[in-house]
């Protein structure tokens, strides 16, 4: 892959850079996205499963399905792009990873202060007092758990359809969107808002906005410039990319 003059000099210009991912980097781990013949909506209905109607309906289901996720998140590991955006961390001042990602995979690979906009699988709480639920209780429990204190169900600490996201998490997000001057969205179909408004955002404040995607998608558009192929291979030649630009400016 080429990267153009264009695109090396945002990559060595820019001091303050927000990154948002999408299921598409936790792909080449081994975790399942959302959308596409593979997805997971494919399989399964979200209105089945992933929205507070269905847990109080089926909550046992609901827990089922969140507990095979999180197996599937525990057995894999973090791959090259997310090990890529730990390396960009290091090397930008003002730097932001806002991920819709529950997997918690950034985490594990070393990013620091990631703003989770739709939570995170490995936590849970109760849905009556909001107390968080801990690691040992949720392990044994094959169905639903109830909380410790005052009886509630337990449920992930993951957004569903129809809820809001967390006010804080998507401050964070808007706030690095619009001071940033470059933003990349990565592996992500840019579908779901209010997170797919971010690249725009960034656009509107000047950004130089560059999409990493298998495929081109609704953002393409909207972007400045769109790199097509895997997070995992175009992340890392980023970032190589960036230190030697840097490397260049020192010497
Ligand atoms: P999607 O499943 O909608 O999109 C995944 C994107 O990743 C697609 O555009 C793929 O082309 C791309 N992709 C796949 N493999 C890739 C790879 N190796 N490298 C680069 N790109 C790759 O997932 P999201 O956009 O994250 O919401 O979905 C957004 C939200 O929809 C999720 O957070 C979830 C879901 O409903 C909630 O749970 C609230």
Redesign the pocket.
Known sequence: MTISKNLRDRLSDAESVCVLT???IS??SGVP????EQ?LWKKFR?EEL?NVDAFMRNPDLVWEWYSYRRKVVSEVQPNPGHFAIVEMQNLIRDFTLVT??VDNLHSRAGSRGVVEL?GNITRNYCIRCRRPASEELVQKSDKVPVCSHCGGFIRPD??WFGELLPPRAYEEAEDAAGRCDLFLCV??????YPAASLPQMAKEHGAFVLE????Y?DLSPRVSETLIG???EILPLLVRVMKEERHHEQT
């Open positions: 999408g299921a598409g792909a080449e996205t959302f959308r596409g997805g979200p992933a819709q990602n739709h993951v957004v592996g992500t179909s840019g579908v779901v990493i995607n298998a495929e998608t895997k997070a995992g």
